[in-house]
């Protein structure tokens, strides 16, 4: 089983539709989960950071399950500029000590349409 | 501020050929530092991570070698490159008492 499981799809949405991504860990002791997002032959970036009680930044929000180790992003009212591939990351752990060791998801690549 | 630099953006070399990537981070002292490979439609492959000057950890056994001169600086290198080195290289930082990792801009490395 992979350490980070996404859908990869592609999902093609028009303007204004509503999306959600799925992920899912198998590190039971990860602690930190993030969205990255990266567009076409440019670098990963930030998207939101994900809390144990959920949160919420404008139209993106993140979930995140412990029990289950799933991890999710709805994206509301989708813009043409939300077209990307969209990144779950999950923190590694070797024994006791991360170093701040990311794993990433292979992605799910959104494309919003006109 | 805290920013990531890394040159070039992108490269062609010959098969054979030496390498070296640079990577520097401003505004942020001892951060840890990551190096990346993404394959064309691949995920993110970390290849090495540094958690001090001198101290580098190797991810995958392969044909590179990084090394971290000085606290804000991350080299990677070859001393031959194969074609299958070819692939987008990615830095990251990530400042102390911080989780996430940044970016740097990458370089997209073609072997001939």
């Known amino acids: 089983r992979k350490e980070v499981e996404q859908d990869p799809g592609p999902f093609n949405v028009p303007e204004g539709a509503t999306v959600a991504f799925n992920c899912t860990y198998s590190n039971s002791a990860s602690q930190s989960f993030f969205w990255y997002r990266q567009d076409c032959r440019k670098e990963p970036k930030l998207l939101m950071s994900?809390?144990?009680s959920g949160n919420e930044d404008g139209r993106f929000t993140a979930q995140l399950n412990r029990a289950s180790q799933y991890i999710s992003l709805l994206i509301r009212d989708s813009k043409l500029s939300d077209s990307a591939t969209y990144l779950c990351?999950?923190?590694?752990?070797?024994?006791?000590?991360?170093?701040?060791?990311?794993?990433f998801g292979q992605g799910t690549i959104l494309t919003v349409h006109p | 501020s805290q920013t990531i630099h890394q040159w070039p953006a992108t490269l062609v070399q010959p098969v054979g050929s030496p390498l070296s990537l640079e990577c520097t981070v401003e505004?942020?002292?001892?951060?840890?530092l990551y190096w990346y490979r993404q394959a064309a439609g691949r995920g993110l492959q970390l290849l090495f991570y540094?958690?001090?000057?001198?101290?580098i950890s190797s991810e995958v056994p392969q044909n590179l070698s990084a090394s971290r001169p000085q606290d804000r600086q991350f080299i990677l290198s070859s001393k031959k490159l194969l074609l299958s080195d070819s692939g987008f290289y990615l830095c990251a930082y990530r400042a102390p008492g911080s989780q996430p990792q940044h970016f740097g801009d990458g370089t997209r490395l073609s072997i001939l």
């Open positions: 990351v999950v923190n590694g752990k070797l024994g006791g000590t991360s170093y701040g060791k990311l794993t």
């Open positions: 540094s958690v001090g000057i001198g101290q």
């Open positions: 505004g942020t002292s001892n951060p840890n």
């Open positions: 994900v809390y144990s």
